[in-house]
């Protein structure tokens, strides 16, 4: 019912587009952090295409005022989903001008962090813009956007397009944002934080802003270290200029994605704001490349439908394979493509959902559509391939395109069979292995990675040979990260010599597979199993710490000693595991407690989700449960985070279980906030049932 109710409400939007056209939007909003509220004025004008009686304005539990249009009082309803506007229009121009106030659901998020200090953030794709601002669900009405912003003036805001002008009045900043071009209203963004910035310029001349908080402004260079190199790649290659005026990357907490294409701004989530060593496992740089991919891809030119999901997710996925290629190397590249080939042929056993269909996996969209891509990048040639893109994305600028109208611009310039090509990627659930394979063995360390998978289940003794070769020559470390997965299940004495070599090679990614697929680890291969802990890499750290604690409690000391400084990535992934294995460890320290505050500040509202839930994992592990505890697990089920707040709910339910954990949070249950109260009122009431 749902999905037939999506496609009548699609249905009446694209029906409204052939007789309404809404061309501009001027916005002035103010924010409200404590109250979590939106407010404004709004001016659309739009152009009456065809009679009709009645204009709708998709805008979620909003409350309207002054709704007029031509500066005239008109008849309005507000369903409560939209702003329906009722009258007997005609053709001709008209501007709506009309005040509201919201308190947003979803879409936009208020992210608190300490000290009354707020992030503020939007995600539209998916969660609607709609719910923050009157706007457009329908993709296919696409608008030139124009907002200002009062806020406070200890904080930087952004917003698409250009800043056209910053004013002070007393504590307030207003910031009046400008665009020339239209766009699909899911587009629209905003960010409020306290942020550094760093200002560059492409060879094209765009202006390049890099946007990071004051906390990680030594962060700059590693987080952003191939931005302006991807950017200048991706102009080149695509073949068509920057579409828009500028570009912006701002990191934010607690994002839902990993990053998202806002026109001019993309968002993208904090975890990938690294330091030298965090880089090397946890880097920003394809996150980066896709996102900037879809300001063609999906900004530029949007697909009209879900149906046809692929032209923006597949080929953004595609042109960051591209900018990787540039960047790392044809072995990275081609090792990528096989990865997620194995990827979509175990997934296609049980997903029958091809390409072309609306409901198509996220695996499907992104990494069979790049694949898809790529076969036909390869059939066509580089030329042909190139100049059908220019002319597809000159073609269709600023308007919503499908399927079809990308294969109209590769007939032109190829006579390569697109019914197969369709039939084979787009419409069929089974990967052509046969295909992809001859395309893959182009790359030489693919050719040595197809043959160590073809030994798979050959005896350790028959292709050990063979593996010590390969481990020991220069070949792509992926192809050496194989043999290391292939040897988790030999017994330790067969396998021994392989893993001393595989420690040798001084490969992060390669020493990094030995550390994880070697969890019990033996007492003659401890010395060289210690040294990495010496990596260079947090993710290795932290796997060799836990292994080595946990294989030789009588070394626990040392290592607890050796790594009691250590911080790791911006989710203090190895400061809490510290923490977790020095309480664990009987009289390491004299004081306990002062570990324990420090875990139970870890899941505070000072820091993000993923941090919150590590630090509530071990607490509520070593039975480690205080009311500031609990307090911070109900708060956990309100995080607009849907894994966070289940986790929160879950354990929470878990806990109940207990009879004397019931009278604890019902203790805590006044101190609550209203949200938090209703949340675990819900949870005592469940378990009484």
Do not use: C
Not at 123 to 131: A, F, I, K, V
Not at 577 to 592: E, I
């Amino acid at each position: 019912m749902k999905y037939i109710l999506l496609l009548f409400t699609t249905f009446l939007f694209a029906q409204q587009t052939k007789f309404v056209d809404f061309k501009t939007v001027s916005g002035q909003l103010s924010l409200n952090a404590k109250e979590k509220l939106v407010s404004g004025s709004v001016d659309y004008q739009f152009e009456v295409l065809k009679p009709i009686d009645t204009i709708k304005i998709d805008a979620k539990n909003m409350e309207f005022t002054n709704v007029q249009i031509d500066n005239k009082e008109v008849n309005s309803i507000n369903t409560g989903k939209e702003l329906q506007i009722i009258g007997n229009f005609q053709k001709g121009k008209n501007h709506l001008t009309f005040e509201y106030v919201v308190k947003p659901k979803q879409a936009l998020y208020f992210v608190t962090i300490e000290n009354s200090e707020v992030q503020i953030w939007t995600q539209g794709q998916g969660r609607y813009t709609s719910n923050w601002f009157p706007s457009f669900d329908d993709v296919n009405e696409k608008v030139i956007f124009n907002l200002g912003f009062n806020y406070d003036s200890g904080y930087q805001v952004i917003s698409n397009g250009v800043l056209k002008n910053k004013t002070s009045n007393g504590n307030l900043n207003h910031w009046q944002y400008e665009m020339k071009k239209p766009m699909s209203s899911y587009l629209l963004m905003l960010a409020i934080g306290k942020y550094d910035k760093k200002e560059g310029t492409a060879k094209s001349n765009i202006p390049l802003e890099y946007y990071l908080e004051n906390k990680d402004a030594n962060r700059f260079e590693p987080t952003y270290r191939y931005s302006k190199h991807i950017f200048d790649f991706l102009e080149k290659e695509i073949g068509v200029k920057y579409p828009w005026e500028i570009y912006r990357q701002i990191p934010v907490r607690d994002f839902i994605y990993a990053g998202m294409e806002n026109t001019t701004s993309t968002l993208f989530a904090t975890r990938y704001v690294v330091d030298s060593i965090g880089f090397e496992d946890r880097n920003y740089t394809n996150v980066d490349a896709h996102e900037l991919a879809h300001h063609w891809f999906g900004d530029l030119i949007t697909a009209e439908s879900s149906k046809d999901h692929w032209l923006q997710e597949g080929f953004a996925t595609y042109y960051a394979a591209l900018a990787e290629k540039e960047i790392y190397g044809d072995d990275f590249f081609y090792s990528k493509l096989y990865d997620t080939a194995q990827q979509i042929k175990f997934a296609s056993r049980i997903d029958t959902i091809p390409v072309l269909n609306a409901k198509a996996s996220s695996l499907t969209f992104y990494e069979k559509g790049a694949w898809a891509l790529f076969v036909l990048h390869e059939s066509i040639g580089d030329k042909a391939f190139k100049k059908a893109i220019k002319s597809y994305l000159k073609k269709y600028a600023y308007e919503t395109v499908n399927t079809h109208n990308f294969f109209d611009e590769i007939k032109k310039v190829s006579n390569f069979d697109l019914g197969k090509f369709q039939k084979t990627w787009l419409e069929s659930t089974v990967f052509d292995t046969a295909t992809a394979n001859a395309l893959l063995s182009k790359n030489k360390a693919i050719q040595i990675r197809l043959e160590v998978d073809k030994v798979k289940k050959t005896p350790l003794a028959e292709k050990e040979s063979f593996f010590k070769k390969t481990l020991e020559s220069d070949v792509y470390y992926s192809v050496k990260q194989a043999i290391v997965d292939q040897l988790e299940n030999e017994k330790y004495e067969a396998k021994k010599t392989l893993l001393l070599i595989a420690l040798k090679t001084n490969n992060i990614q390669v020493r990094q597979d030995v550390a994880t697929t070697l969890s019990k680890i033996p007492e003659d291969f401890r010395v060289e199993y210690e040294t990495l802990l010496d990596d260079k890499s947090y993710q290795t750290q932290e796997i060799a710490l836990y292994w080595l604690w946990k294989n030789f409690p009588d070394h626990r000391a040392e290592y607890l000693e050796k790594s009691k400084n250590w911080i790791g990535f911006n989710d203090y992934n190895l400061r809490t595991m510290w923490l977790s294995l020095a309480l664990s460890t009987p009289n390491y320290t004299a004081n306990p407690e002062v570990l324990v505050s420090e875990l139970i500040a870890f899941s505070s509202t000072k820091y993000e989700a993923t941090t919150r839930q590590n630090a509530l994992e071990k607490l509520i592990a070593f039975k480690i449960i205080n009311d500031q505890v609990l307090s911070n697990l109900v708060g956990a089920t309100t995080h607009h985070m849907w894994q966070f707040s289940k986790f929160g709910r879950d354990t929470i339910r878990f806990l109940l279980k207990k009879s004397e954990m019931r009278a604890s949070f019902e203790r805590i249950l006044p101190n609550l906030t209203p949200d938090e109260q209703f949340q675990l009122n819900r949870l005592l009431k469940e378990i009484e049932k």
